[in-house]
Structures are given as structure tokens and as C-alpha cells.
């Protein structure tokens, strides 16, 4: 059996397209692109942008987990407490999976 493969510069399993704010560089950006680059299993969770209703995202990820699924219940848990800990509420939805590999 082979060594195993590298997911680094793998978008993985998208499951919705990620969108940023206009001018966007804060941390949400820059967590995706980590997520990107990552070698392992990864996940990167984010709530709805909607430029009409809600001007800002949270986000979460989790880089080079031991499984696809263990990234996915971290990173939406570190996304569910970024809208607890900044006391938001979105029109468009809370915390989903965005792209997991």
C-alpha cells in the first residue's frame, strides 16, 4: 500500500460556494485559504453571506484532523462559538459545513 496522498490545494467536498464581504481580509479569508492549503483532513465551516441582509461572516475550520468527520464536528463547533461569543444572530442561517476534504 502507498503512501497517502496530500489533499494540500484540494478544495474538497464543497457544499456551498464560499463568499466574502467586498474588500474581505479579515480572519474568515484568511482561514479558507489555510483550509486550502492544508495536507490533511480538513474542514472549514462559515455562516451565509447575504450582502442585502447580513454584512458579515463567522467562520470556523479545523486543519489536518485524524478524520474528514472529526474536522467537520470541530469546525462548526468553532464556528457555532464565534456567533455565541460575538452575541450574532444572522437572517440567512447560522454555522454550516462550507467545504470539508
Not at 16 to 36: I, L
Amino acid at each position: 500500500m502507498g503512501a497517502a496522498e496530500s489533499l494540500a490545494g484540494n478544495k474538497g467536498d464543497g457544499r456551498f460556494a464560499v463568499n466574502f464581504p467586498p474588500g474581505s481580509t479579515g480572519d474568515c479569508p484568511k482561514a479558507y485559504k489555510a483550509y486550502v492549503a492544508a495536507s490533511g483532513h480538513s474542514a472549514y465551516a462559515t455562516t451565509f453571506y447575504s450582502r442585502v441582509s447580513d454584512l458579515y461572516i463567522i467562520c470556523g475550520s479545523k486543519l489536518n484532523a485524524p478524520s474528514q468527520q472529526a474536522a467537520e464536528e470541530i469546525a462548526l463547533r468553532n464556528c457555532q462559538a464565534g456567533l455565541t461569543r460575538w452575541k450574532l444572530k444572522t437572517t440567512a442561517g447560522g454555522c454550516a459545513i462550507a467545504a470539508s476534504k
